[in-house]
């Protein structure tokens, strides 16, 4: 029985999207599979994944170029956000999904599908983020899922796309899944799945070991506009360009190597290691920049505006309401962040040596000690007075 005619499938080249096409046809009675494979800077050859999509069985196959669009309508709003989740990954993935479900959206309007496929199975997050963002975009079109159905070991996935032509991929000495754009790598599965092992350089695409980094730090400048980084070193970039470029700086000196045990949407603790050099760097910048900018009261706020708001991206609501109330009052409180970072490079570690800033709250006068102390410590004692009054009565009661 066929669930729908014309499908938009997500598409990245690997075993479950390609068996996915005849899967949709032969199983589910699918008449026509179209598939869409994003460019999201990730330095694969699309045009041969393009290829392969038809060769498997695709009546058209897409390649659209949203990496712009993931930098400046994703990333910067996340790096305006701090968003860090569990305050340690950037989010590189979980910030490309709503804009993928975005151009599968679009493509199914454009090409009249009924439905849209992607390849996710049952156990991750991506099924999440792909199926509330493709609902929230269009609540009526239908959202299939083969993989998390089709209950086919690996093996069995070969074997049935090997049976329509598709060809077994080649083995592999990395037994490891990746996830890569250009915000980061997302790093998985084979002996990292061992706790106790520490991940071997072989996993690593983006950062330096640290043996190998140099023996000297490197100083950049990165300068901010309204919260958004708009160039390095006094260069003022696209922000492609300035997210490449800082990706190969920071990475050079082993910087954005993340292993963490993380708590998945579903409920499953997981070992990922992930790299995100240029992410790590300007939200650390960006965060030291908002000391300088900000009020005390506000930026102790947005911290815990900021943990919801890497909540929200990570469990699949970047198009929630509540992310969206979220989104209004950060964007508020960029209107002043706007300065220079100096960062210190070293050895995987990234120091905040200098800041600069026409919005700058701190006053010279009034934080010095030298002889140009303008601060009235005379007004201390009455405001201590005050302050711990309430303390004060508590005490007293207490031992009366």
């Not at 790598?185 to 950062?207: D, F, K, N, S």
Request: proline share 4%; hydrophobic share 40%.
């Amino acid at each position: 029985m066929s669930r729908a005619t014309k499908v938009v499938l997500a598409y990245s080249g690997g075993v479950d999207t390609s068996v996915c096409i005849p899967y949709l046809k032969h199983e589910w009675g699918v008449k026509e599979v179209i598939t869409l494979a994003a460019d999201l800077g990730q330095g694969d050859e699309l045009e041969a994944v393009r290829r392969k999509a038809l060769d498997s069985g695709a009546e058209v196959s897409l390649v659209v170029d949203v990496v712009e669009t993931l930098i400046k309508e994703y990333a910067f709003p996340a790096i305006q956000a701090n968003a860090l989740y569990e305050n340690r990954y950037p989010l590189a993935t979980a910030l490309a999904r709503p804009l993928i479900a975005k151009i599968l959206v679009d493509a199914a309007e454009k090409h009249g599908a009924d439905a849209i496929a992607h390849g996710c199975t049952g156990k991750g997050n991506d099924q999440v983020r792909f199926d509330v963002a493709i609902a929230a975009l269009n609540p009526k079109i239908k959202i299939l899922a083969p993989a998390r159905e089709w209950g086919m070991s690996r093996e069995e996935t070969i074997a049935y796309g090997e049976k329509y032509g598709i060809p077994a991929p080649v083995k592999k000495s990395s037994p490891y899944s990746i996830d890569k754009n250009l915000l980061g790598m997302a790093i998985e599965a084979g002996e990292l799945e061992t706790l106790w092992v520490e991940p071997p350089e072989e996993v690593y695409g983006m950062t330096k070991a640290i043996a190998d980094t140099p023996n000297e730090p490197e100083y950049i400048e990165i300068g901010f506009e309204k919260g958004i980084p708009v160039g390095i070193n006094g260069n003022r970039m696209s922000g492609v360009e300035l997210i490449s470029n800082l990706n190969q700086i920071a990475g050079n000196h082993g910087i954005g190597r993340i292993d963490m045990i993380e708590n998945r949407l579903v409920g499953i603790k997981s070992r990922e290691v992930y790299e995100s050099p240029a992410m790590w760097v300007l939200i650390q910048a960006h965060r030291d920049l908002e000391s300088l900018t900000l009020t005390a009261d506000v930026t102790s706020y947005k911290r815990g505006i900021e943990e919801t708001y890497s909540q929200l991206v990570y469990n699949g609501l970047w198009l929630s309401p509540l992310k969206g109330a979220l989104d209004a009052f950060i964007q508020q409180t960029q209107e002043r962040v706007t300065g220079v970072v100096r960062v210190k490079l070293f050895k995987g570690n990234t120091m905040i040596v200098g800041r600069q800033s026409d919005n700058s709250l701190y006053s010279l006068d009034l934080a010095t000690y030298g002889t140009d102390d303008e601060f009235d410590h005379k007004a201390a004692e009455g405001f201590i007075y005050v302050w711990g009054l309430p303390t004060r009565v508590w005490s007293e009661k207490l031992r009366s």
